[in-house]
């Protein structure tokens, strides 16, 4: 079955940094675009950033572009999104998904567009 799991989170001060990871199963993981949402209490789940499946296609929100880098290694089934010079505004939980569709090459930023989803991975960055 597809699996999807996050690690990664935890607590940094604002203006530092962290990687998370996503490791995919059940599937084959070059064949699917994958992307990572964010959830912070009381909002909705937004989009953060989305991968194709292949690397030279990306899709950042507005609000990480140029801080957060997201990339993927198919040998290792896992995709990763690097986090740099956080703010307090992203705190959240952070969750990968995979795309609904097959062999997309241009990902979506809607929730709808994917079907699995990991756990979710804490991210809580302090002021």
């Known amino acids: 079955q597809v699996r999807l799991v996050e690690s990664g989170g935890g607590l940094v001060q604002a203006g530092g940094s962290l990687r998370l990871s996503c490791t995919a199963s059940?599937?084959?993981?070059?064949?699917?675009?994958m992307g990572w949402f964010r959830q912070a209490p009381g909002k909705e789940r937004e989009f953060v950033a989305a991968?194709?499946?292949?690397?030279?296609?990306?899709d950042y929100a507005d609000s990480v572009k140029g801080r957060f880098t997201i990339s993927r290694d198919n040998a290792e089934n896992t995709v990763y999104l690097q986090m740099n010079t956080l703010k307090s505004e992203d705190t959240a939980v952070y969750y990968c998904?995979?795309?609904?569709?097959?062999?997309?090459?241009?990902?979506?930023?809607?929730?709808?567009?994917?079907?699995?989803w990991g756990q979710g991975t804490q991210v809580t960055v302090s002021s």
């Open positions: 059940g599937f084959t993981f070059s064949s699917y675009a």
């Open positions: 998904a995979r795309s609904s569709t097959i062999y997309t090459t241009v990902p979506t930023r809607e929730s709808d567009g994917y079907n699995y």
């Open positions: 991968i194709g499946r292949h690397i030279i296609t990306t």
